[in-house]
């Protein structure tokens, strides 16, 4: 049974760093596209980056130059770093895997291009 499980999650301050991380286990980790979403309270989940089999990524504007998303195919891990964090950045933080490798940011940018979820975590930036 394939898991993705999402760790790194937590309280920073404006203009601080997290570093999310997804492991992926059971998952032929370089036969997937990983992405990451986002999703506050009273909203509706949105895309903040992904990454392709072997590398090319994407970005939602409200993250680019703040936000890379990297992979690790031997480990078998997503990672999200985050920088120079603001507010509007709290919410739970979801990684996504991907079967489907088009090369057009609009599909992973899309929930329903998704085959596999983990559980999300908590990130909370405090003004």
């Known amino acids: 049974q394939v898991q993705l499980v999402e760790s790194g999650g937590g309280l920073a301050q404006t203009g601080g760093s997290l570093r999310l991380s997804c492991a992926a286990p059971?998952?032929?980790?370089?036969?997937?596209?990983m992405g990451w979403f986002r999703q506050a309270p009273g909203k509706a989940r949105e895309f903040v980056a992904a990454?392709?089999?072997?590398?090319?990524?994407f970005y939602a504007d409200s993250v680019k130059g703040r936000f890379t998303i990297s992979r690790d195919n031997v480990e078998k891990r997503a990672s999200l770093q985050m920088n120079s964090l603001k507010p509007e950045d709290t919410a739970v933080y979801y990684c996504?895997?991907?079967?489907?490798?088009?090369?057009?940011?609009?599909?992973?940018?899309?929930?329903?291009?998704?085959?596999?979820w983990g559980q999300g975590t908590q990130v909370t930036v405090s003004s």
């Open positions: 996504a895997a991907s079967p489907r490798d088009p090369s057009y940011a609009s599909a992973y940018a899309d929930p329903s291009s998704y085959s596999y």
């Open positions: 990454i392709r089999r072997l590398g090319p990524t």
């Open positions: 059971g998952l032929s980790f370089k036969s997937y596209a």
